[in-house]
């Protein structure tokens, strides 16, 4: 089993800390500490001169153990565990590597409840390997819920009892699978991170396995469900239909059987201009693009999104017609920085590449220039068009 010291935890969320996005002092509201991914607290009771001296005050272990795979088939093993909590009203919520949702006292490590969606009993959907790293939280007075993505299916907790809310979806659970662009084998998807909640929506997007390699596989989309109905309110198809902008990316009519694109990685969102920020990842298939040539609209792209409705304001494309699985795996930063002494507010969006993009957060105008320059098509992959150029940020420079 794995030990999960979750003070240790919250230790660093105190030396982090700003307290922003409606949360009091001390709380952990979303997986970057709130949804603009600061991951700053407040907090200064733990500080550079006292942090040597932290010990360990209590110790939760998770419940997650190898388990038999379904019909005969390999074990579903535990992966390493990757959640990060949330603290709310001292109780801290987070899930295990098989998406058992687990609420905790935050003083002494009680265990509250545990709610598990037995996702361990379907096939893995690369491997036979889980990992999972957190859940969302919604409230309204004293209704509190914690959402949960665990594989096709999202959750809706009651925060005080762990128990799924009658009125949401189906008995609590939203089939994420069901109304997208093809009928697929619902198992093949999955969700390893934290749902986005703005207002009464919750966002949520999907995990598809890199191996999954053939026409029509899953396909990507980000959707937004009433947080108390569970109706679908929007969806965003991110290889766009025709007669949708970017589908003429999409060469040999390689939209109509193209999946993955998908968003795994955590969104932020600007509260106050309701605008929701989407990492969106490669389309299948991750190393070979012979048959959907073009760039490939809107693989591996920062979106910006009105969040009540869907609708894009702008977009741009990190990598065009990807080839080596550069999807855009970290949460966009929504920072306020001052160049030339003009104040901005900026989306900060760092790649695997090493690079990092930002744009002014409102019209996604670059805050430095982003230069298109050549870059080799040399290849001997049959059927491979390599795009020529790809965009390079001229600052800050690369990390990596």
């Avoid at 569970?230 to 040999?252: A, C, I, L, S, Y």
């Avoid at 932020?268 to 389309?283: K, Q």
Wanted: net charge neutral; aromatic share 12%; charged share 20%.
């Amino acid at each position: 089993m794995r030990i999960v010291t979750l003070v240790a935890i919250v230790g660093l969320v105190a030396v982090a800390g700003v307290q922003s996005q409606n949360r009091a002092p001390g709380e952990w509201i979303d997986y970057g500490g709130d949804v603009t991914g600061s991951k700053y607290s407040a907090l200064s009771d733990i500080t550079r001169e006292n942090v040597s001296r932290l010990q360990i005050a209590w110790e939760w272990r998770s419940p997650d153990k190898p388990m038999p795979g379904p019909s005969g088939s390999a074990s579903t093993i535990p992966g390493t565990f990757q959640s990060t909590p949330l603290m709310l009203d001292n109780v801290l919520y987070f899930s295990t590597q098989f998406g058992r949702t687990v609420a905790l006292d935050g003083e002494t490590g009680r265990e509250l409840w545990i709610y598990d969606p037995e996702t361990w009993r379907e096939p893995g959907f690369v491997s036979t390997e889980r990992n999972h790293r957190g859940v969302a939280a919604w409230r309204d007075g004293d209704d509190v819920r914690i959402f949960l993505a665990a594989k096709w299916r999202l959750v809706s907790l009651d925060a005080k009892t762990g128990k799924p809310v009658p009125g949401f979806g189906s008995n609590g659970i939203v089939d994420l699978s069901d109304g997208l662009r093809w009928k697929f084998d619902k198992v093949l998807m999955s969700n390893l991170t934290a749902p986005t909640i703005y207002k009464d929506l919750v966002i949520v997007g999907s995990a598809i396995g890199d191996r999954l390699m053939f026409r029509n596989d899953p396909p990507g989309a980000l959707r937004a469900y009433n947080v108390r109905t569970g109706k679908e309110v929007w969806t965003w198809h991110t290889v766009p239909r025709p007669g949708e902008f970017g589908n003429d990316t999409w060469g040999q009519d390689s939209w109509a059987v193209t999946g993955h694109a998908n968003i795994w990685a955590k969104m932020s969102v600007d509260t106050a201009r309701g605008l929701l920020y989407v990492p969106t990842s490669t389309p299948s298939n991750d190393f070979y693009g012979g048959y959907r040539p073009g760039a490939n609209l809107f693989a591996e792209t920062l979106l910006c999104l009105d969040a009540a409705t869907g609708q894009r304001k702008w977009h741009f494309q990190t990598t065009h017609h990807g080839l080596w699985d550069y999807d855009i795996g970290s949460q966009p930063n929504l920072v306020t920085i001052t160049v030339n002494g003009r104040p901005i507010d900026a989306v900060a969006q760092v790649t695997k590449l090493g690079f990092t993009f930002v744009f002014d957060r409102v019209t996604g105008e670059p805050v430095w220039p982003i230069e298109e320059r050549p870059v080799s098509t040399d290849t001997n992959v049959p059927g491979e068009q390599v795009y020529p150029t790809k965009p390079f940020p001229t600052k800050p420079p690369p990390f990596g």
